[in-house]
């Protein structure tokens, strides 16, 4: 599966974006999803996942109350919904999708395929 990542921006401190991944080459609902990011200088971290039917979603503490995924299987596409960005949100964000069952989601390295990163900046 191909996913393709976008909405990345510059944004003050307070405000909102929504970063949107979208599949192709695969069915999309046999996928767990999950949104990572990488800031300069640090290792890639978990962000959020949600569950192949969009009925279970999961935080990083720091995101928690924040951010939202989401899931729009007829569109193939993955959501996360930023609000309250703080100038430590600032990463290239990535979108990866899981196959298998039984991996930790919160693991980059249970992730199948990725998307190619979209980079949010929030300035202070």
């Known amino acids: 599966v191909q996913l393709q990542a976008s909405g990345g921006g510059l944004v003050q401190a307070g405000g909102s974006l929504r970063l949107s991944c979208s599949a192709s080459g695969g069915t999309f609902s046999n996928y767990r999803m999950g949104w990572f990011r990488q800031a300069p200088g640090k290792e890639r971290e978990f962000v959020a996942a949600i569950s192949r039917s969009g009925g279970s979603t999961y935080y990083a503490d720091s995101v928690k109350g924040r951010f939202t995924i989401s899931r729009d299987n007829a569109k193939n596409t993955v959501y996360l919904q930023m609000n309250s960005l703080v100038p430590e949100d600032t990463a290239v964000y990535y979108c990866?999708?899981?196959?298998?069952?039984?991996?930790?989601?919160?693991?980059?390295?249970?992730?199948?395929?990725w998307g190619q990163g979209t980079l949010v900046t929030v300035s202070s």
């Open positions: 990866a999708a899981d196959r298998a069952y039984g991996g930790s989601l919160y693991y980059h390295g249970s992730y199948d395929y």
